[in-house]
């Protein structure tokens, strides 16, 4: 199951242009995630390294890329972190980061009637 994995990351590494790219896919399937994200870094392709540390669970990192270098992708990457955060049920940093991706208007009132605290609602939208 592995080697077919590896097969199709193989296949689908061969749409990126440059080889560093198409070379760190390949690692990732290895699990080598540092020479992965160092030929991310050689090659310039700061929107799969962010990818790829979201991925890994280094929000402080992907956030840091997106802010230096890939500015295109930085809300898309707070908005991540916000349904991560929802996810693990940290709300209060859940609102954050829907605030800082700017989707607060709609995420935000969803989130609060999923979890049917409309109090804390009121004062979001008061505020």
Request: aromatic residues 8%.
């Amino acid at each position: 199951m592995r080697f077919a994995r590896g097969a199709k990351a193989a296949r689908e590494a061969e749409k990126e242009r440059e080889p560093e790219a198409r070379i760190a896919m390949v690692a990732i399937q290895l699990n080598l995630i540092e020479d992965a994200k160092e030929l991310y870094r050689e090659c310039k392709r700061y929107d799969l390294l962010c990818k790829l540390h979201q991925a890994c669970g280094e929000w402080d990192e992907a956030i840091e890329v997106a802010e230096k270098y890939n500015r295109i992708n930085l809300k898309n990457t707070h908005y991540a972190l916000a349904k991560h955060f929802e996810s693990i049920g940290e709300v209060d940093r859940a609102i954050q980061h829907y605030v800082l991706s700017q989707t607060h208007k709609v995420e935000v009132p969803r989130m609060l009637c999923d979890l049917r605290d409309f109090e804390r609602l009121q004062e979001f939208v008061q505020s």
